[in-house]
Every structure is written in structure tokens, then in C-alpha cells.
């Protein structure tokens, strides 16, 4: 018996910079056209707060005192690959200056750093570590003029107390990103052995209410000579980049997180107004088997909101996570309810992202919550974690990012990784995984758009300048959505914006 299938490339999606200009890569883009929400008319100046101790603060603003100008570019045969770094003067990327003010400054006391350090009980530590930062955060908080975002530059033996350092050595550790590369982004986005999960969530929950994003930041990223312990960085998954990339993406994220917008998608103005909803699902704080749901919803400005839903309930043939008919619809009605908040209507188009199958509860109550907003069209598409099938391209290269294989009408297989022409290599360090994406309801009959849709999704990544994710955004923010969400106690409303959970 043979079998025929569909086998097509798609093109790398361009993206919309400053001035409408187009770009298929970030940096490039940003280089060329400045920020999406760039003016002429106004000189935009960023306000940065930092928290830390001495030494990593001193640290930190030297690092910004050098970037400032340009850092060179990693000797490369893949110049695309790893680009210098301009500089974050006015007439760098972000057209903007990054400022820390002698008022947005705090230094953290050394009693309280030891304090920390020298308590044996893991979660207490946890607790103290958080309690340090976050007087310093409230303080900068109620300030008349308060920064935009607050970078809290770790020192390193709250970092060596708050990784797990009494775990076995042949621990399985957690993946650090979705990407299964060597993937460092240079910001917040620390490798995620337990412990210092649950303090960058619990950090990150507690200071919410203060209303300024926070970013996480280790020595290593701007302090090429920083030394950590040999045990924890034989214990960690992290890979630090060369020093351009790390400005790259730190600058980038601390840009997004003050409230500025560096990329969008580039919409179709013949086309339906489309929002993107990922429905995903994690553990409390129990550590139990019980799960909670969370709704992660951008739009085509990269503009995130996220809720969280109602506890999941467990499929007796494949265990995976559910949602109940009624919570499913009460997930998905405040989800809209919120995007109409922010955009005055609700959109024309939804396209629901999932890691799992539709139950049969869920699809009813995701449809009724759709119909009562006048929502007529949309697609809901799941995405299993690994793909059964794999294609292998001759030579000694994996296929093409933008590969694409129809299996049948209502699956298609997509290669979100793999080689990129523009980078004249394929830059990861293991075989790539397709994405699987399999439509329950599909009310968009070109199979192109989804997949071409679904591609652009995937630069939607303000901690990472380098475009090709492994997963869209919708799906990949779930995990740094569920550390912090779990904090989040049952009936206190977690601020919407992603960009406090990033």
C-alpha cells in the first residue's frame, strides 16, 4: 500500500519594524527600520530601576555603560547568525536611551544577602530571598516618578542558595526552553532546575501587585569573568551565548517589558482580525496531581494577555488535561471579555492553541462561549509535544525551517526548526522535532494560512532576537505562565499582561 503526501516550503514570514518597514529577521529589522511603535515626533527615553548588591549592580550599569557602544560580533562563518550588537544609544535599535538613575537604584544589604545564604530549610530561603527583593521592588514602586521595569541583578550566592544543589547529580533535569537547543537568551529566561523556578515565580507573583514588570538577570550575562560554583553549573542546563547576542536579547526584553512594542506580525488588510489563544495547564504549589488551567491570548502586535482558569480535570484513556464543559466556556468568555477590554470589539477570527486533544466537553463549552460573543469564525488546532514522524533531507543538513508535509485533511506536519538560509546553517544542536498540527474544528479551508500563521507565531519571542522558535507563542509562553500563575492564590486576579510573566 503507498501513500501520497502533500510536501511544500513556506518562505520565512516577514515581520513589521518602525515606518512599516519589513525585515525577516529581528535584528536586521530593528537595525533597519527601528521598533514597530517608533515616532519621529518624540524622543523616547526608557526608565530602568535595578536591585541588587553592590557588586552586581556596579556591574550591571558598567555593562550599560559599554553597551552603550557597539559589541563586536562573535567570529562567525554565519555573520547573520550572530550580528554585532549596535549600541542602546538614540540611534540604536530601539531608538531609545536606557537610563538607571541613582533614584532607581538599591542596593541590597549584606546582612540580608547572608541571611538568606545561611538559612538551611530550602523553601524558608526561598521565602527570605523573595522577601529581600521585594521590599527593595515596593520601595522603587511608590516613588513619584517610578521606572518602567526593574532589573533584579542576582547575586551569586542567592543564586547558589535558591538552585537545588542537594539533588542527586544524575537528576533529569527540566527542560530550560521548549527549543531542546543550546538556546541562552541573556535575560530572565534561567535554566529552571526546581528551586530556582519556584523562586522566579514566586518573585515574579509577588511583585505583581506593585504594577512594574521585573527581569531576573545572572552575573554571567553581563560579566564575561562572572565564576559560578563548578556543582551548580554542572547542575544547570545553561549555555551562555556570546556577549552580542546577550545585549540582543536582554535590551530587547527590557524594551517589550517597559511597555514598548519591537515586532508585529504583518497583518492582511483584507483579511479577518485574528487573535491567537493557547489553553494549557500546570501543577499547584501541592505538587500533586492536580492541575489548573491558564489562557495565554496575543494578537498580531504581539500583545499578551493572560487568565487563569478553572482546575483540570484527568482523560481516563490518555490522562492528559481537561477543562469541563462550563469551565471551559468560563475560561474562553473571560478571555475575549479581556481582548474586548483592550480593543474596544471582540475579534473577527480565533485560533485556539492546545497541547492535547480537544475533549469532547471542552470543544462544546469553547463553541458555546464563541457563539454568545458573535465569534463565527474559528480554528482550533492541537499540537502534540513530539511528532511521530520525521523527514530526512539529503546531505548532511535537517530540512528546511518552513518544511511543511499535509498528512491528511485535518493534519499537517510543520518544521518550525531546522536549517535557515538566511543563517546559512541549521543552529541547534540536535535533530529537530516537527511540530504536528492536527484541526478538530477548522473553519480557515487554506491549510497555507494556518501553517503560515503558525511560522509567524513562532518569532513572537521578545526574550530571544534569533527568529526560529521551536513553538508559537501561544504555546510557548505556557510554561513561564504556570511558574508564576501557581503563586497567584484562587480569587486575587493576576495582572493580565504578559509581559509581567516573561
Same mark, same amino acid.
Given at each position: 500500500?503507498?501513500?501520497?503526501?502533500?510536501?511544500?516550503?513556506?518562505?520565512?514570514?516577514?515581520?513589521?519594524?518602525?515606518?512599516?518597514?519589513?525585515?525577516?529577521?529581528?535584528?536586521?529589522?530593528?537595525?533597519?527600520?527601528?521598533p514597530?511603535?517608533?515616532?519621529?515626533d518624540?524622543?523616547k527615553?526608557?526608565?530602568?530601576?535595578?536591585? #541588587?548588591?553592590?557588586?552586581?549592580?556596579?556591574?550591571?550599569r558598567? $555593562?550599560?555603560r559599554?553597551?552603550?557602544?557597539?559589541?563586536?560580533?562573535?567570529?562567525?562563518?554565519?555573520?547573520?547568525?550572530?550580528p554585532?550588537?549596535?549600541?542602546?544609544?538614540?540611534?540604536?535599535?530601539?531608538?531609545? $536611551?536606557?537610563?538607571?538613575?541613582?533614584?532607581?537604584?538599591r542596593?541590597?544589604? =549584606?546582612?540580608?544577602?547572608?541571611?538568606?545564604?545561611?538559612?538551611?530549610?530550602?523553601?524558608?530561603?526561598?521565602?527570605?530571598?523573595?522577601?529581600l527583593?521585594?521590599?527593595?521592588?515596593?520601595?522603587?514602586?511608590?516613588?513619584?516618578?517610578?521606572?518602567?521595569?526593574?532589573?533584579c541583578?542576582?547575586?551569586?550566592?542567592?543564586?547558589?542558595r535558591?538552585?537545588?544543589?542537594?539533588?542527586?547529580?544524575?537528576?533529569e533535569?527540566?527542560?530550560?526552553?521548549?527549543r531542546?537547543?543550546?538556546?541562552?537568551?541573556?535575560?530572565?529566561?534561567?535554566?529552571?532546575?526546581?528551586?530556582?523556578?519556584?523562586?522566579?515565580?514566586?518573585?515574579?507573583?509577588?511583585?505583581?501587585?506593585?504594577?512594574?514588570?521585573?527581569?531576573?538577570?545572572?552575573?554571567s550575562?553581563?560579566?564575561?569573568?562572572?565564576?559560578?560554583?563548578?556543582?551548580?553549573?554542572?547542575?544547570?542546563?545553561?549555555?551562555?551565548?556570546?556577549?552580542? =547576542?546577550r545585549?540582543?536579547?536582554?535590551f %530587547?526584553?527590557?524594551?517589550?517589558?517597559?511597555?514598548?512594542?519591537? $515586532?508585529?506580525?504583518?497583518r492582511?488588510? =483584507?483579511?479577518?482580525?485574528?487573535t491567537?489563544?493557547?489553553?494549557?495547564?500546570?501543577?499547584?504549589?501541592?505538587?500533586g496531581?492536580?492541575?489548573?488551567?491558564?489562557?495565554?491570548?496575543?494578537?498580531?502586535?504581539?500583545?499578551?494577555?493572560?487568565l487563569? #482558569?478553572?482546575?483540570a480535570?484527568?482523560?481516563?484513556?490518555?490522562?492528559?488535561?481537561?477543562?469541563?464543559?462550563?469551565?471551559?466556556?468560563?475560561?474562553?468568555?473571560?478571555?475575549?471579555?479581556?481582548?474586548?477590554?483592550?480593543?474596544?470589539?471582540?475579534?473577527?477570527?480565533?485560533?485556539?492553541?492546545?497541547?492535547?486533544?480537544?475533549?469532547?466537553d471542552?470543544?462544546?463549552?469553547?463553541?458555546?462561549?464563541?457563539?454568545e460573543?458573535?465569534?463565527?469564525?474559528?480554528?482550533?488546532?492541537?499540537?502534540?509535544?513530539?511528532?511521530?514522524?520525521?523527514?530526512?533531507?539529503?546531505?548532511?543538513y535537517?530540512?528546511?525551517?518552513?518544511?511543511?508535509?499535509?498528512?491528511?485533511?485535518?493534519?499537517?506536519?510543520?518544521?518550525?526548526?531546522?536549517?535557515?538560509?538566511?543563517?546559512?546553517?541549521?543552529?541547534?544542536m540536535?535533530?529537530?522535532?516537527?511540530?504536528?498540527?492536527? %484541526?478538530?474544528?477548522?473553519?480557515?479551508?487554506?491549510?497555507?494560512?494556518?501553517?503560515?500563521?503558525?511560522?509567524?507565531? =513562532?518569532?513572537?519571542?521578545?526574550?530571544?532576537?534569533?527568529?526560529?522558535?521551536?513553538?508559537?507563542?501561544?504555546m510557548?509562553?505556557?510554561?513561564?505562565?504556570?511558574?508564576?500563575?501557581?503563586?497567584?492564590?484562587?480569587?486575587?486576579?493576576?495582572?493580565?499582561?504578559?509581559?509581567?510573566?516573561?
Open positions: 500500500m503507498s501513500s501520497t503526501f502533500n510536501l511544500k516550503h513556506y518562505g520565512e514570514p516577514l515581520l513589521e519594524f518602525g515606518g512599516e518597514g519589513r525585515h525577516l529577521d529581528v535584528r536586521f529589522g530593528l537595525v533597519d527600520h527601528g514597530v511603535d517608533f515616532s519621529l518624540r524622543t527615553s526608557l526608565k530602568i530601576g535595578v536591585i #541588587g548588591s553592590s557588586r552586581t549592580v556596579d556591574g550591571l558598567e $555593562w550599560f559599554r553597551c552603550e557602544s557597539e559589541i563586536a560580533a562573535k567570529p562567525s562563518r554565519q555573520p547573520n547568525l550572530f554585532a550588537f549596535p549600541g542602546i544609544s538614540i540611534g540604536g535599535p530601539f531608538r531609545c $536611551w536606557f537610563e538607571i538613575d541613582d533614584q532607581h537604584q542596593i541590597l544589604s =549584606t546582612s540580608g544577602i547572608s541571611e538568606v545564604v545561611r538559612e538551611l530549610a530550602d523553601e524558608a530561603a526561598i521565602k527570605k530571598a523573595v522577601a527583593f521585594l521590599e527593595e521592588i515596593r520601595d522603587l514602586s511608590q516613588l513619584d516618578r517610578p521606572p518602567q521595569v526593574i532589573i541583578a542576582l547575586p551569586i550566592e542567592i543564586i547558589e535558591v538552585k537545588n544543589l542537594q539533588v542527586s547529580e544524575d537528576m533535569l527540566e527542560s530550560g526552553d521548549d531542546g537547543d543550546d538556546e541562552e537568551v541573556g535575560s530572565d529566561d534561567e535554566p529552571n532546575t526546581r528551586l530556582y523556578a519556584d523562586f522566579r515565580g514566586a518573585l515574579k507573583a509577588a511583585s505583581m501587585a506593585m504594577k512594574i514588570p521585573i527581569q531576573l538577570v545572572w552575573p550575562t553581563y560579566d564575561n569573568s562572572a565564576v559560578i560554583k563548578r556543582k551548580l553549573a554542572k547542575l544547570s542546563d545553561r549555555r551562555v551565548q556570546d556577549e552580542a =547576542t545585549a540582543w536579547n536582554f %530587547c526584553a527590557l524594551y517589550y517589558k517597559a511597555g514598548g512594542t519591537p $515586532w508585529r506580525m504583518i492582511d488588510r =483584507t483579511a479577518y482580525d485574528t491567537f489563544l493557547g489553553i494549557s495547564f500546570f501543577e499547584d504549589l501541592s505538587g496531581s492536580l492541575r489548573t488551567s491558564s489562557a495565554q491570548l496575543f494578537d498580531e502586535r504581539g500583545e499578551g494577555l493572560i487563569k #482558569g478553572g482546575t480535570l484527568e482523560d481516563k484513556l490518555d490522562r492528559h488535561p481537561y477543562l469541563s464543559r462550563d469551565d471551559a466556556y468560563s475560561l474562553l468568555k473571560r478571555s475575549l471579555a479581556a481582548y474586548k477590554r483592550e480593543h474596544l470589539n471582540f475579534p473577527a477570527r480565533l485560533v485556539i492553541h492546545k497541547s492535547s486533544r480537544f475533549h469532547e471542552e470543544f462544546e463549552g469553547l463553541n458555546t462561549a464563541l457563539e460573543a458573535g465569534v463565527t469564525m474559528a480554528d482550533f488546532v492541537w499540537m502534540p509535544r513530539r511528532s511521530p514522524i520525521k523527514l530526512v533531507r539529503q546531505g548532511d535537517p530540512p528546511l525551517r518552513g518544511t511543511a508535509m499535509r498528512i491528511d485533511q485535518d493534519t499537517s506536519l510543520l518544521y518550525t526548526r531546522g536549517s535557515v538560509d538566511f543563517f546559512a546553517t541549521y543552529p541547534g540536535y535533530v529537530p522535532n516537527p511540530l504536528i498540527l492536527r %484541526c478538530q474544528r477548522r473553519d480557515r479551508t487554506e491549510w497555507d494560512a494556518l501553517l503560515q500563521e503558525t511560522m509567524a507565531l =513562532t518569532k513572537m519571542n521578545w526574550n530571544n532576537t534569533q527568529f526560529d522558535g521551536a513553538l508559537p507563542i501561544t510557548r509562553a505556557a510554561r513561564q505562565v504556570g511558574e508564576i500563575l501557581k503563586y497567584i492564590p484562587d480569587g486575587v486576579d493576576a495582572d493580565p499582561r504578559y509581559r509581567f510573566y516573561m
